[in-house]
């Protein structure tokens, strides 16, 4: 069955280091991916798309990066802030199919 | 003001009650979605609608109904609600033609069915 798999468990990480969170995917051949971030009671809001044909995308402090020969997706927070705390979803699209999420991976960063 | 309103934001109700979610955006996207949102599930689509006369189900529809009343407004509906309905709500909408535009949501109705 298709599967979207994100770190279920908080990765704590200390101000100004790199983040790293990583979306795995199996059985999909996905034309692109997506990642959001969400904070508490509140809506998602979109950060970053990168195609199938990509091998990075960058903005700002933030770089996705896409295998599709692993199924994998890391998304890097660069010199993290205590603001960068929330949870972060990826979410995939296969191509003539709707946006399917990942369960999300909740980032703390400590100051 | 929020380009996507979600009301109510907050509703307990009680099993086999019908409860009516709303959803209403300025933006002037045509594609408007329902998802339901589980601790550890991620975000799961219930219906969808790519403009005012059409009308999708998702992954998750059995239990539930939805109205396009206008294109800026879609209600989802739970005609006899039961606790396992119990979720955090999201309405979104999307610009149009092309699927792999992003979402944008609204702030989440948490009901709590009894």
């Known amino acids: 069955s298709q599967k979207i798999e994100q770190n279920s468990e908080a990765l704590n990480i200390q101000e100004g280091k790199t983040a790293t969170l990583t979306c795995n995917y199996t059985?999909?051949?996905?034309?692109?991916l997506q990642w959001y971030r969400q904070d508490p009671g509140r809506g998602p809001v979109f950060l970053l798309l990168?195609?199938?044909?990509?091998k990075e995308k960058r903005k700002e402090r933030l770089k996705v990066t896409f295998d599709t020969t692993l199924k994998q997706s890391l998304f890097h927070i660069t010199a993290s802030q205590p603001a960068d705390s929330a949870t972060y979803l990826c979410?995939?699209?296969?191509?003539?199919?709707?946006?399917?999420f990942g369960g999300g991976t909740r980032l703390m960063v400590k100051p | 003001d929020a380009d996507v309103t979600q009301t109510p934001r907050n509703r307990i109700t009680k099993t086999g009650k019908r409860i009516m979610l709303e959803c209403s955006q300025t933006?002037?996207?045509?594609?408007m979605y329902w998802y339901r949102q589980d601790p550890g599930l991620g975000l799961r689509l219930i219906y969808y609608?790519?403009?005012?006369?059409?009308?999708n189900k998702g992954e998750i529809s059995d239990g539930y109904s939805v109205s396009r009343q206008a294109q800026a407004k879609f209600s989802l509906s739970l005609e006899s609600a039961i606790p396992n309905q119990t979720a955090l709500y999201f309405c979104?909408?999307?610009?149009?033609?092309?699927?792999?535009?992003?979402?944008?949501f609204g702030s989440g109705t948490q009901l709590s069915v009894l």
């Open positions: 059985n999909y051949s996905p034309a692109y």
């Open positions: 979410a995939l699209v296969a191509a003539g199919n709707m946006l399917t």
């Open positions: 609608s790519f403009d005012v006369k059409d009308i």
């Open positions: 990168i195609r199938e044909n990509e």
């Open positions: 979104a909408t999307s610009p149009g033609a092309a699927t792999n535009e992003k979402l944008f």
């Open positions: 933006k002037g996207h045509d594609r």
